[in-house]
């Protein structure tokens, strides 16, 4: 069956401290990956995706994961972490119809 | 580009009542998708439409439920005889065809008394 595990659902990092947020898929084909952050109250914004190519993908805000196939990982990273990176992030995979199939989700805090 | 806007925010209402929810798409979007997310969970996915067919529907898509999306663009989601296990967050997403990424909007937060 498809599902995605976050295993981590709270983590917190001080401002300026690098991030690593984890994701492991389970995906018969070549998994579409994406990584969504949602503020609190709000819809899920896309931060990037992997569709094929290049395994270490740019998204925006200065984030990036890396699809790791002999894993079944896409880890989401950050060098540097804001104060207004604190929300949940999600880690999903795109089944087939397009529909999405979501972790659990990783609740970011950040300390000043 | 607008977004994909969800009408209303926020709806509160008693059990045994029926509600009904709007989504617009992104307007040259052919695919729309419906989420509900409880609270500390990720959206699960409840159904979707590409243009004006219904194609999937999850078995949490229970009979009280029920999506039309008349002509192809916006997309109503209702829910009949409502029980305090539908309170969550409903969210509606749409994306182009293939596996594009989807855009959501900010989902409507339905509260069962």
């Known amino acids: 069956a498809q599902s995605v595990t976050q295993p981590d659902i709270h983590i917190t990092v001080s401002e300026g401290a690098s991030l690593e947020l984890r994701c492991n898929y389970s995906?018969?084909?070549?998994?579409?990956l994406f990584w969504y952050v949602q503020s609190p109250g709000q819809g899920l914004q896309l931060l990037l995706k992997?569709?094929?190519?290049?395994?270490l993908v740019q998204g925006i805000k200065g984030f990036e994961a890396e699809f790791k196939r002999s894993q079944s990982s896409f880890n989401l990273r950050k060098p540097s972490v804001h104060w207004s990176d604190a929300a949940e992030y999600f880690c999903?995979?795109?089944?087939?119809?397009?529909?999405?199939?979501f972790g659990q989700g990783t609740e970011l805090s950040v300390k000043p | 580009d607008t977004g994909v806007s969800q009408n209303p925010r926020h709806k509160i209402t008693k059990r045994g009542q029926n509600v009904t929810f709007r989504c617009d798409p992104i307007?040259?979007?052919?695919?729309l998708y419906w989420y509900r997310q409880t609270l500390g969970q990720g959206p699960e996915f409840l159904t979707y439409?590409?243009?004006?067919?219904?194609?999937?529907k999850s078995r949490l898509l229970s009979d009280r439920f029920s999506a039309e999306r008349p002509k192809g663009s916006f997309s109503t989601l209702e829910i009949q005889r409502t029980e305090q296990g539908d309170s969550a967050m409903y969210l509606c997403?749409?994306?182009?065809?293939?596996?594009?990424?989807?855009?959501f909007g900010d989902g409507t937060r339905l509260s069962i008394l």
């Open positions: 997403a749409s994306s182009g065809d293939g596996n594009q990424p989807q855009h």
């Open positions: 995906y018969g084909a070549t998994p579409y």
């Open positions: 992997y569709f094929s190519g290049d395994t």
């Open positions: 999903a995979v795109g089944a087939l119809e397009g529909k999405l199939i």
């Open positions: 307007s040259e979007h052919n695919r």
């Open positions: 439409f590409q243009n004006e067919a219904q194609l999937e």
